[in-house]
């Protein structure tokens, strides 16, 4: 591998870190605490697969910052679950809300 290629390399791995830690600052108020999820937004409008996308990435950062087993995570696999209920198959939100069940 040349010079070029370990620097792009190097590059892209910073790149990746930084746009996830802007994720989890898009997702916080100035306390720390979680904003209101823009899957909410799109899952009232219909758009399940925008709201989908939504909500597996806040689950991602709240898995980042909770423990795994909070009910801010519940939280999270319900809404996904919704979502999936709506929009996909009719056994995949099953599972979201029984992995929420169990946190609870």
Known sequence: MDEAEQFNKKAQ???????EEMLITQYLDRNGNMKRSLGTVYCAQ???????????????IKLLL??????EVAKSH???G?????????????CMHRQA???F
């Open 101 to 103: 069940l169990l946190i």
């Open 13 to 19: 791995n910073v790149a990746d870190r930084l746009q």
């Open 78 to 80: 319900n809404k996904i």
């Open 66 to 71: 909770h423990a795994h087993n909070l009910p």
């Open 82 to 94: 919704k979502v999936m209920w709506e929009k996909f198959l009719a056994l995949s939100p099953v």
């Open 46 to 60: 219909g758009s399940y697969e925008e709201a989908f996308t939504k909500y597996e990435k806040l689950l991602k």
